[in-house]
């Protein structure tokens, strides 16, 4: 495979410890991670190239909307993302404004590390609580 052929995932969290999280979560072989804490660096990197799969706070660094900025760059820079938004906050405000920019899931922080694998590995993304095979061989030691 690839390293364009990768799977692509961008995490946008202006909280470092729970970005850090994130990243270790999707940062296994076979993928390609990038984050931002901040809407600019968010923008930079969406403009460097498509994700396959972006997972965003809603509110960054204090602003209420960072997190619907991101989804409306996105909808346009990597428009067959899968878009995870995260809020502290829900509403049903933030809740249509996350669907209409075209996030495939609306959930409430916390959410579980189990419940992202998941939704990640519906779309074809490995991690590290349930990376996907590349080969049908078995694991070693089994």
Same mark, same amino acid.
């Given at each position: 495979? $690839?390293?364009?052929?990768?799977?692509? =995932?961008? !995490? =946008?969290?202006?909280?470092?410890?729970? %970005?850090?999280?994130?990243?270790?979560?999707?940062? /296994?072989?076979?993928? @390609?991670?990038?984050?931002?804490?901040?809407?600019?660096? &968010?923008?930079?990197?969406?403009?460097? *190239?498509?994700? #396959?799969? !972006?997972?965003?706070?809603?509110?960054?660094?204090?602003?209420?909307?960072?997190?619907?900025? /991101?989804?409306?760059?996105?909808? =346009?820079?990597?428009?067959? +993302?899968? /878009?995870? +938004?995260? $809020?502290?906050?829900?509403? #049903? *405000?933030? @809740?249509?404004?996350? !669907?209409?920019?075209?996030?495939?899931?609306?959930?409430?922080?916390?959410?579980?590390?189990?419940?992202?694998?998941?939704? &990640?590995? %519906? =779309?074809? /993304?490995? $991690? &590290? !609580?349930?990376?996907?095979?590349?080969? $049908?061989?078995?694991?070693?030691? @089994?």
């Amino acid at each position: 495979m $690839t390293e364009a052929s990768l799977p692509r =995932v961008l !995490i =946008v969290e202006d909280e470092q410890s729970i %970005r850090d999280v994130l990243v270790e979560l999707f940062d /296994v072989d076979g993928t @390609r991670v990038e984050s931002a804490a901040t809407l600019p660096e &968010a923008k930079e990197l969406l403009a460097r *190239g498509s994700f #396959d799969l !972006i997972v965003t706070d809603i509110r960054l660094g204090g602003n209420r909307d960072g997190g619907l900025q /991101v989804m409306a760059a996105a909808g =346009v820079l990597s428009p067959d +993302a899968t /878009v995870i +938004a995260l $809020t502290a906050y829900p509403d #049903d *405000g933030n @809740r249509h404004a996350s !669907i209409r920019l075209g996030a495939t899931h609306f959930l409430e922080k916390p959410v579980s590390l189990e419940t992202l694998a998941e939704l &990640a590995s %519906r =779309v074809g /993304v490995p $991690t &590290a !609580i349930s990376p996907m095979r590349a080969s $049908t061989s078995p694991a070693p030691g @089994r």
